[in-house]
DNA sequence: GTAATTGCAAATACTTTGCCACGTA
DNA sequence: TACGTGGCAAAGTATTTGCAATTAC
């Protein structure tokens, strides 16, 4: 099993989570997934289909995000997308307006300087940012 | 009348839109607001409450942002936001996840040397990015 | 054993559309 | 006059909750 998945447990475990398969299926889920995800995707998707209802990944999802296990996304859609919250990583997306294509951009993020001087002039705790940025991808063009 | 409503207006009708009663009384709140706001919100604020119908509001924020005369923010709540576009400004937020308070940030963007690579690197067209700073502001901590 | 978790179904919230009347160009 | 626009009401989509049954610890 990937490390990462093991880790990832154990901190919900750490943030008082009970070690459900639902759990389990969820966070693989999420870690396979190369972009964020909406509820719908993930509670269709093979490991979870069968395994658990929507309603449950919901709540899952919303329990993980108050323990800064999983964050929500805006990213412009009806739905809400969810992506796992690995320390240390951070992504920025490139997304496309009219195929929804959706991609984490590589780069080094260049907004850190300016969240820490946000942070010491507004006096905001647990500051964290988003970027995306929405064009028309070469295809769509 | 502010400038930059008839303007605005200008833009409008050069896009092929009717001059109504709405769409002025629309983008006049929308200018005068200091920050995005939602369906719900506009069409309940004075200038709207009594003239028209929620469904025209949506239909014309429809139009408008279409024609890139308004843009449609995520901002991670569970209704769309509403920005006004006005050319040459840009800006990005700064959001309480306590009680919801939004504010523009006045600071210099800081992504657009990283939005002209992304643009030449991966061809994307029409490309626009959206910055958002999430936190606990000082009242709520 | 006890409290967290789950499934199912029902309730909400916000968005979107149909259809016919109306107003702008 | 012609076609974009508006009002009202209904439908659609995604989210959220209640409650009893189940499961992890």
């Not at 984490?104 to 942070?119: D, G, K, S, T, W």
């Amino acid at each position: 099993m990937n490390p990462l998945v093991k880790e990832t447990i154990d901190r919900c475990r750490k943030a008082g989570l009970r070690r459900t398969k639902a759990l389990e299926e969820l966070i693989i889920t999420l870690l396979e997934s190369e972009r964020p995800m909406t509820l719908a995707e993930l509670a269709a998707s093979g490991r979870l289909a069968d395994q658990c209802d929507k309603a449950t990944v919901f709540r899952l999802l919303q329990r993980l995000a108050e323990h800064a296990v999983v964050r929500r996304l805006g990213l412009h859609e009806r739905a809400a997308y969810f992506t796992l919250l690995v320390p240390g990583k951070h992504s920025d997306y490139l997304i496309c307006t009219k195929c929804g294509s959706i991609e984490a951009i590589q780069a080094p993020c260049p907004v850190h300087q300016l969240e820490e001087e946000i942070r010491q002039k507004t006096g905001y705790r647990n500051l964290y940012h988003e970027l995306e940025f929405f064009g028309t991808c070469p295809k769509c063009a």
